[in-house]
């Protein structure tokens, strides 16, 4: 199998020029937490994890097809280029996946690239190119995309060869990652974080002081005695029995967590987080206040108009705009959504039924039953009738028959 690079190469038509190697990682920023905030170490607050796979994975399941749209709707285009972003993209991983990277990258750094590799004039797999290896130039007046590769080489694309998806921007250009405008929160939840596990590792007893009888003025004696106290009754040890010799003495400094305000700062940093990436508190299991406002049901779909649809038009619009030409486009099934609700698509498929908008063969060909004798025909009720049908409302009778009494 033909490598990236190779791939690449010999199929792009951009200058490829030798240039030393330029990949760069993540450094982060600091915070006044004192914690360095970047896209690797977020996620280990799991408010961010949460958010950001609750995210991904939502999008990453959703239908996603080429179609054709036309005076009699639209139709699915069964191409190879709908068989590359519905089903394998690549070599290395299936459309699942692929878009689950994409928007991790998406909402970590703030950016996500995809290369459609081409060959003979078409589109053979969509790649998912790290954000370290993309630069982006606008000094000549063009906008200019660098790919850096292995070996030195450099990729200057147009903006038409390569998909540039972007989680907020202002220039519209260059996307901008929401870790760096909530460094700050995150970083108080890493350090908090870091601040119990420390509290645990201490054996969960706070600090407290051990007086001796006498006088002992060698400084490194002092200490000794209390890190010899500290191994041996804290951490594994803790709980034990504790033997101190004749007139020492140990008195405990207590703090309580609840007075460090501890749980309402990780509360207020759960709720933060959340609303940085526009998640109802419920979706992450953040349950109080969840219903102060509104019901469960109307934060999720809350969740589906304000923080799905938004990524999921960018994602359509940016691969229709790059990939397809006429009245060809892409689009995200959202109705997807509602097959984990049954009573939701039972109410959704009954109410197209009544209007006489699907057929029951249609309702039986979606949930994978054969159809029926008389199945195809479209329900009309009598009050939704056209205004000029003069038999609206009447009564079927034989001739000028009155109805019986």
Known sequence: MATLLQRVTRSIS??????PWLYQLIGGTSTNAGENVNSNN??????????VSLISDTIASL???LYAESEDGKTRVSTELDRLVSRKPSEAYNSYYWRQAIINSLLLRGNAYVLP?????RITALELIDTDLVTIDTTSGALIYSLYLPGGVTMRLQPSQIIHLKAW???GINGLSPIIYAKETIGTAMAANKHLGGFYGNGAMPKGILQ???????VDRLRELGNQFDRRYSGANSGKTA?????????PVSISMQEAQYIESMRFSVEEICRIFKVPPHKVGHLQGSSFNSSIEAQNAQFVSDCIRPLCEAIEMEFTNKLVT???EFELDLKSLMRGDMLAQVQRNVSYWNIGAISANEIRKSEGLPPIEDGDEYNKPLHMSPTNDINNGTINREGNQEPAA
């Open 212 to 218: 001796l009888d006498g006088s002992i003025r060698d």
């Open 243 to 251: 033997v101190l010799t004749a007139g020492a003495e140990y008195k």
């Open 42 to 51: 977020a996620p280990t607050v799991s408010t961010v994890y949460a958010c």
């Open 117 to 121: 590799v081409r060959s003979r004039g």
């Open 326 to 328: 006429g009245n060809l």
């Open 63 to 65: 239908p996603f097809h």
């Open 169 to 171: 921007t202002i220039d």
């Open 14 to 19: 951009g200058i490829i020029s030798p240039k």
